[in-house]
């Protein structure tokens, strides 16, 4: 069952339970459960609003310790392209440059709401007239400016956060190891080889036109057919692929800029979305949680990866 799904039933629930067995009109407290669809603000009968009683829940932006099954929101970042740098060390390092562009909290998605922890985080910014009426009914809804990008990553319950808060590129530590997710260059109608990595077929000794065709793609009479998800030419690229365990080598606060050592999915100027690892988990110490919370005024200079004291081309075998 979907997350839409089980909160429709969790509110028709709650609509059954609460529902008058009189005809006569709800009191405020049981119309909040009627209306709760809607996004428009509850007025009571003197004319004033009605808090939103539908969770006593109140999300502050406070800096707390992370817990070991603690799981932080993931960030949307712009693929600027990719560059070399040097360590230290004087060794060479491939980096892609990634540009956290103006990312804050859009909505904050409850398990007493739609049954799930969540965050939807904006990215860019983008016009009023560029946008669908249903997505600028979100936006004035949750009154958070108009965004070019949004994605929904889930979170734990202590790690939530206010619906308009922003978060930088502090959000991660150098050092760390994340997994980013995009879509990957489209190719177009590519060939086995090329797709899949096939061999091809001989080059002399009698083949003739077929020198890059992949071949068989099947028996004889039995089973007479060809299997399905047979490796075969088609269209190659334009599908959503993650990259885990890439290593943060730099940020800088200042123009909220990101280097990861290697490459990511996409071409410049695509999204991609960038979470902690799964796999190679980061040290929970050293990690802003929920996310960083930093003065202005503090300085803003590059951070680097710390690389150590032991230079690794003079380690003795």
Known sequence: MSPLSRGLVNRLRQLLTTAPKTTTSLPPQQSIFVRRF???????????????????????????????????????????????????????????????????????????????????IGCGQKKEKHLRKPEVGHFRAQNVPMKRKLREFPVTEDALLPVGMSIGVRHFVPGQYVDVTGITTGKGFQGGMKRHGFKGMP??????????????????????????????????GGVQRTVKNVWVYKIDPARNLMWVRGQVPGTEGNFVFIKDAVYKKPDSSILPFPTYFGADAEEMEPIIADLGEQDPFMMAD
Do not use: Y
């Open 203 to 236: 080059a002399s000794h009698g083949a003739s036109l077929s020198h890059r065709s992949i071949g068989s793609t099947g028996q004889r009479d039995a089973p007479g057919k060809v299997f399905k998800g047979k490796k075969m030419p088609g269209r190659m």
């Open 38 to 120: 809607t996004t428009e603000s509850l007025i009571d009968d003197d004319g004033s609003e009605i808090e939103n009683r539908e969770s006593g829940r109140i999300i502050e932006a406070k800096p707390s310790v992370m817990g070991s099954n603690s799981k932080r929101t993931g960030i949307i970042a712009l693929k600027c392209g990719m560059s070399a740098t040097w360590d230290k060390w004087g060794k060479r390092i491939p980096t892609t440059v990634l540009w956290v562009d103006d990312n804050i909290v859009t909505q904050v998605k409850t398990f007493e709401k739609e049954g799930f922890f969540a965050l939807q």
